[in-house]
Nanobody, 115 residues
Framework: QVQLVESGGGLVQPGGSLRLSCAAS????????MNWYRQAIGKERELVAT???????WYPDSVKGRFTISRDNAKNTVYLQMNSLKPDDTAVYYC?????????WGQGTQVTVSS
């Protein structure tokens, strides 16, 4: 079955960096786009990065220039490098993909940006 397992979250000071990882299994990873979403308390879940199967990327303005999504098809893993973190980046971060009309989510990893 499809599994997405995130790791790498934690507490970081403003201006710091974190790298999130999402290990995927149960499907042909190299053929699908992968996404990172986040959800802060009291807010809707929002898309923060997308990478296509060909490596094209997209970011919303809120994280552009600070976040970088990448993938390693040999390891079935997608990453989210987050730099210059701000308190507003505090959220649970989720890995996501779509397969045959269904959406799949990981369990999420907490990122807290605070001094």
């Amino acid at each position: 079955q499809v599994q997405l397992v995130e790791s790498g979250g934690g507490l970081v000071q403003p201006g710091g960096s974190l790298r999130l990882s999402c290990a995927a299994s149960g499907f042909t990873f190299s053929t699908v786009a992968m996404n990172w979403y986040r959800q802060a308390i009291g807010k809707e879940r929002e898309l923060v990065a997308t990478i296509s199967n060909g490596g094209s990327t997209w970011y919303p303005d809120s994280v552009k220039g600070r976040f970088t999504i990448s993938r390693d098809n040999a390891k079935n893993t997608v990453y989210l490098q987050m730099n210059s973190l701000k308190p507003d980046d505090t959220a649970v971060y989720y890995c996501n993909t779509w397969l045959k009309g269904r959406t799949f989510w990981g369990q999420g990893t907490q990122v807290t940006v605070s001094s």
